[in-house]
């Protein structure tokens, strides 16, 4: 079930009506059964193994509880536990992508790998709830949190529908008592929650869906076109990939706020970084927290040498690669940032104290920042290797006819968008841009609702005739970290 359907809408009302008429011991019941409705929308068999997961880390956080005062059995349970959830996902997720990397490599030295070809199902946001839950246990084990006594409350937490497949990924402390609360109804929470979910439908619908079309075009068959598409289709993408997930986030937090739950923030103006460390405090924020709790700081975080932080901060983000897809686009893609992040760190300590502070200097890092962040995109979005590099070797190679006309027209229309649509969607881009740039303290909800009513009414209004006017609905388009 597509955020951007109708079905979602009538799911959406549904659930939202039944939650405020139900009694409050009878809502979290309705919630969990909601979830796993909207879950087994896209294939019914799989809520098995949401469902079966989710008993793992029950089962192992009371376990973990019980015996708190031995050590090395919690620790055993832990790794039980961690073992279980991360061997679900290897299964599902990356299985098929190293048994093919190993017949590779067998291949390369003459010899057949004993593995036949296979596909396994891919479970729609495992990558997500896998690391949720893995959350809750590993604080259940450290102490930070008391677990749950009844299974179908904990599973609650793991499957709540707004950010199930998608994110934020949540922590327990933050949203398991939201869910159990008694939330009265509350007009305030409603229209609050309607407001952000119009402005993550424009995202999605008016911007990412229509830039998608080029995007796709220009990666999906690099060999027909030059540089000046190449350069266009990545800062699309750039565009296209924050509008999709950001407007994801959006949709979920609204969806939980007109039920009273607060979700947290996920992206905070990222392409508004003035270097790579800010954009990551700012991008997926839900999953560099995650990263930085459970990977960075175990493995030492910055209290160690300067050679071994340089390590950790590589190993993270290749993980974090890693956790985007079964590619060696992914893992490359971590591995620049990684890199862009030792770099930057060299360069704070050599230069860091001489930093003038003037807009210029911070204007100039910021756009070093975005072209960075925009050519590591490259990898994420090329379907192959292959590709990325041929990309990237050929960004220039039409630039000498920038000023030819009759080129540049017809390299438009190859795009498969149109020449008018794509000026609409520029123009939507536009918009948004303004939105960001002016929610600078406080997110655009908050900062309208101090507007005059006439104000705030004909800038909704006019998000709404937008997305109706020039969103895409016919496409059905997932949205991208689905596949995540």
Sequence with gaps: MLFNSADYIIFFI????????????LRWIMLLTASIIFYMAWEPALIVLILFSSLVNYACARLIFKNRRNRRLKKGILIFCMAVNFGLLIVFKYLVFLCGLLSEVLGFFGASSPIGEFNIILPMGISFYTFQAAAYTIDVYRGELKPLKNYFRSTLFITFFPQLVAGPIERAKNLLHQLFMQHSFNTDNIVFGLKFMVLGYFKKVVIADRIGIVVDTIFNRPSDFGGISFIVGTLLFTVQIFCDFSGYSDIAIGTAKTLGIDLMTNFDRPYFSRSIKEFWRRWHISLSGWFKDYVYIPLGGNRVSKPRWALNIFITFVLSGIWHGANLTFILWGALHGLFQIIGKIKDETIGRFKPEFFLFDLISGLITFCLVAFAWIFFRANSLSDAFYIVS?????????????????????????????????????????????SFKENIVKL???????????????????IFRMGVFDSGAEFIYFQF
């Design 448 to 466: 309208t609702d101090r507007l005059p009513f006439v104000i705030r009414f004909c800038f909704y209004f006019g998000l709404v005739f937008i």
């Design 394 to 438: 050929n960004l220039g190679s039409d630039l000498g006819r920038i000023t030819d006309g009759q080129y540049l027209y017809e390299t438009v229309l190859g795009w498969g968008l149109g020449f008018y649509p794509l000026l609409w969607s520029l123009g939507a881009v536009g918009i948004l841009f303004l939105i960001e740039a002016v």
């Design 14 to 25: 549904t659930v939202l009506v039944l939650y405020y008429v139900l009694p409050y011991k």
